[in-house]
Protein backbone atom coordinates (compact mmCIF):
# COMPACT_ATOMS: atom_id res chain seq x y z
CA UNK A 1 0.00 0.00 0.00
CA UNK A 2 2.91 2.19 0.58
CA UNK A 3 4.90 1.69 -2.34
CA UNK A 4 1.11 2.36 -4.57
CA UNK A 5 0.97 5.59 -2.56
CA UNK A 6 4.09 6.08 -3.34
CA UNK A 7 3.27 5.79 -6.95
CA UNK A 8 0.53 7.48 -7.34
CA UNK A 9 1.81 10.61 -5.32
CA UNK A 10 4.80 10.79 -7.71
CA UNK A 11 2.86 10.28 -10.69
CA UNK A 12 0.28 12.65 -10.39
CA UNK A 13 1.76 15.18 -7.56
CA UNK A 14 5.10 15.85 -8.35
CA UNK A 15 5.73 18.69 -10.84
CA UNK A 16 7.78 18.61 -14.19
CA UNK A 17 11.05 19.98 -14.42
CA UNK A 18 9.07 22.44 -16.26
CA UNK A 19 7.54 24.31 -13.25
CA UNK A 20 9.27 27.15 -11.08
CA UNK A 21 10.05 26.04 -7.89
CA UNK A 22 10.34 27.34 -4.15
CA UNK A 23 8.70 30.10 -2.07
CA UNK A 24 6.98 32.81 -3.39
CA UNK A 25 5.20 30.66 -6.34
CA UNK A 26 1.46 30.98 -6.05
CA UNK A 27 -0.78 27.93 -7.50
CA UNK A 28 -3.90 28.87 -9.29
CA UNK A 29 -6.67 27.61 -11.07
CA UNK A 30 -9.71 28.83 -13.16
CA UNK A 31 -12.98 28.11 -12.04
CA UNK A 32 -15.28 28.34 -15.37
CA UNK A 33 -17.12 31.45 -15.15
CA UNK A 34 -20.96 30.66 -14.55
CA UNK A 35 -23.31 32.53 -17.15
CA UNK A 36 -26.18 33.82 -15.59
CA UNK A 37 -28.98 33.65 -18.02
CA UNK A 38 -29.28 35.64 -21.40
CA UNK A 39 -27.85 34.65 -24.61
CA UNK A 40 -23.66 34.24 -23.03
CA UNK A 41 -25.01 30.37 -22.56
CA UNK A 42 -25.19 30.30 -26.33
CA UNK A 43 -22.21 33.00 -27.15
CA UNK A 44 -19.24 31.00 -25.30
CA UNK A 45 -19.00 33.78 -23.81
CA UNK A 46 -18.35 32.86 -20.24
CA UNK A 47 -16.04 30.10 -21.74
CA UNK A 48 -13.89 32.47 -23.54
CA UNK A 49 -13.37 34.86 -21.06
CA UNK A 50 -12.06 31.71 -19.25
CA UNK A 51 -9.51 30.68 -21.29
CA UNK A 52 -8.55 34.59 -21.58
CA UNK A 53 -8.45 34.54 -18.09
CA UNK A 54 -5.79 31.95 -17.68
CA UNK A 55 -3.80 33.05 -20.61
CA UNK A 56 -3.19 36.60 -18.97
CA UNK A 57 -2.63 34.96 -15.72
CA UNK A 58 -0.46 32.71 -16.88
CA UNK A 59 1.51 34.71 -17.90
CA UNK A 60 2.23 36.37 -14.05
CA UNK A 61 5.71 35.67 -12.79
CA UNK A 62 5.58 33.66 -9.67
CA UNK A 63 2.03 31.77 -10.53
CA UNK A 64 1.25 28.06 -11.86
CA UNK A 65 -2.03 28.20 -13.33
CA UNK A 66 -3.44 24.71 -13.88
CA UNK A 67 -5.24 23.86 -17.03
CA UNK A 68 -8.43 24.21 -17.67
CA UNK A 69 -8.92 21.05 -19.02
CA UNK A 70 -8.03 19.34 -15.80
CA UNK A 71 -10.22 21.65 -13.81
CA UNK A 72 -12.96 20.73 -16.45
CA UNK A 73 -12.30 16.96 -15.23
CA UNK A 74 -12.80 17.42 -11.67
CA UNK A 75 -16.15 19.21 -12.07
CA UNK A 76 -17.54 16.48 -14.49
CA UNK A 77 -16.69 13.57 -12.18
CA UNK A 78 -18.64 16.00 -9.28
CA UNK A 79 -15.08 17.06 -7.32
CA UNK A 80 -16.05 20.08 -5.35
CA UNK A 81 -13.46 23.02 -6.71
CA UNK A 82 -12.37 23.23 -2.91
CA UNK A 83 -11.86 19.52 -2.74
CA UNK A 84 -10.03 19.72 -6.57
CA UNK A 85 -7.61 22.87 -5.41
CA UNK A 86 -6.34 21.17 -1.90
CA UNK A 87 -5.72 17.78 -4.14
CA UNK A 88 -4.18 19.78 -6.91
CA UNK A 89 -2.08 21.57 -3.96
CA UNK A 90 -3.24 25.04 -4.83
CA UNK A 91 -3.22 28.20 -2.49
CA UNK A 92 -6.23 29.91 -4.56
CA UNK A 93 -9.32 29.61 -7.09
CA UNK A 94 -10.17 32.66 -9.39
CA UNK A 95 -13.83 31.90 -9.89
CA UNK A 96 -16.89 34.23 -10.93
CA UNK A 97 -20.36 35.30 -13.44
CA UNK A 98 -21.00 36.88 -16.28
CA UNK A 99 -24.48 38.30 -16.30
CA UNK A 100 -26.00 40.33 -19.48
CA UNK A 101 -28.70 43.01 -18.61
CA UNK A 102 -30.07 44.42 -21.80
CA UNK A 103 -26.91 45.81 -24.11
CA UNK A 104 -24.46 45.47 -20.38
CA UNK A 105 -21.89 43.11 -19.27
CA UNK A 106 -21.56 42.80 -15.52
CA UNK A 107 -18.59 40.29 -14.80
CA UNK A 108 -17.80 39.48 -11.30
CA UNK A 109 -14.29 38.02 -10.26
CA UNK A 110 -13.49 36.15 -6.78
CA UNK A 111 -9.69 35.05 -5.46
CA UNK A 112 -10.83 32.49 -3.13
CA UNK A 113 -8.62 30.95 -0.63
CA UNK A 114 -8.56 27.01 -1.11
CA UNK A 115 -7.93 26.08 2.14
CA UNK A 116 -10.65 28.53 4.04
CA UNK A 117 -12.98 29.06 1.22
CA UNK A 118 -12.85 32.90 2.50
CA UNK A 119 -12.67 35.70 -0.30
CA UNK A 120 -9.75 37.43 -0.91
CA UNK A 121 -10.63 39.93 -3.55
CA UNK A 122 -13.68 40.57 -5.80
CA UNK A 123 -14.59 42.81 -8.12
CA UNK A 124 -17.33 43.77 -10.41
CA UNK A 125 -16.75 44.99 -13.98
CA UNK A 126 -20.04 46.74 -16.16
CA UNK A 127 -19.26 46.86 -20.06
CA UNK A 128 -20.89 47.29 -22.78
CA UNK A 129 -22.43 44.06 -24.64
CA UNK A 130 -21.14 45.39 -27.91
CA UNK A 131 -18.07 43.83 -28.72
CA UNK A 132 -17.57 40.64 -26.32
CA UNK A 133 -14.41 40.07 -27.45
CA UNK A 134 -12.90 43.56 -26.43
CA UNK A 135 -14.94 43.07 -23.37
CA UNK A 136 -13.00 39.59 -22.73
CA UNK A 137 -9.38 40.84 -23.75
CA UNK A 138 -9.40 44.15 -21.05
CA UNK A 139 -11.44 42.46 -18.08
CA UNK A 140 -8.91 39.01 -18.20
CA UNK A 141 -6.25 41.75 -18.71
CA UNK A 142 -7.41 43.64 -15.53
CA UNK A 143 -8.50 40.48 -13.56
CA UNK A 144 -5.00 38.98 -13.91
CA UNK A 145 -3.02 42.77 -12.83
CA UNK A 146 -5.44 42.43 -9.62
CA UNK A 147 -4.77 39.05 -9.11
CA UNK A 148 -0.91 39.20 -9.49
CA UNK A 149 -1.23 42.54 -7.17
CA UNK A 150 -3.49 40.54 -4.28
CA UNK A 151 -0.93 37.48 -4.66
CA UNK A 152 1.81 39.63 -4.32
CA UNK A 153 2.88 39.56 -0.49
CA UNK A 154 6.55 41.51 -1.27
CA UNK A 155 6.13 42.54 -4.64
CA UNK A 156 7.09 39.26 -6.09
CA UNK A 157 4.79 39.16 -8.95
CA UNK A 158 4.62 41.26 -11.92
CA UNK A 159 2.98 40.88 -15.47
CA UNK A 160 5.62 38.82 -17.68
CA UNK A 161 6.40 38.60 -21.74
Known sequence: ??????????????????????????????VPFEPLGGDLNRSGF????????????????????????????????????GLMGRLLGLDVLLEGSVRQAGERLRITARLVDVHTGKVIWSETYDRSAADLGEVESQVATE???????????HGKFAIGH
Open 143 to 153: VAAQVGAHLSI
Open 46 to 81: ASGLTDSLVSAISKLDGVQVVSPSTVRRHQWVGISM
Open 1 to 30: MVALAGLIYWQFYVPSRFLKRGPGIAALAV
